[in-house]
């Protein structure tokens, strides 16, 4: 694992931050965020998964952000991950399989379907059997990920109302901090003014491990 620098805290010495999609998504769906981290002063990247619509193994997905990472954010420094419904997923991959957990400091996992979604029954696409509650790539990312993503500065933010995850509480990792948001839709999660301010304060945080 990499060793880098402490962090002085200044704006101009926050970490970069790389922003994933979830199904059916785009970059676009972080707008409103790139623009509220932007304005304070964080350096936002964010790219395109494609396909997008479930027809790739969620393991081809996180390769894409390996290489943007590879390509994009400076080897030698750290920087913050956030992943978003199916991109928590994706991006967890890309921790615990691909060693991104030796490049990220700040892990945030949103509305993801840690422990798989009742929704994911109805369409046979290799990315969405891959979200299916006991599916063998959730069975795997789930059977290590204390231990790989402990070093990390860990938050989940789910919301019960969500009608995407179900049941609401799969986005639980029962690792970091949990941060309930009362999101009345799963798509507005990214626009939700609570959600924003509470995306911004962790990415601010002293970096900590996560308990």
Known sequence: MPSFAPES???????????????????????????????RGWRVHALDLRPNDGRAPLEVLAGQVAEYAEERLPADRPFDLLGFSMGGLVTRYYLQRLGGAGRVQRYLSIAAPNNGTWLAQTLPLAGIRQMRPGSAFLTDLNRDHRQILAPLQVTVMWTPFDLMILPAHSSRLGLGEEIVIPAPVHGWFMENSRALRAIEGCLAAPFSHSP
Request: aromatic letters at 4%.
């Open 9 to 39: 805290g200044a704006a101009s010495e926050r970490n970069p931050v790389l922003l994933v999609h979830g199904l059916q998504d785009t970059q676009a769906k972080f707008q409103t965020l790139g623009a509220h981290l932007r304005e």
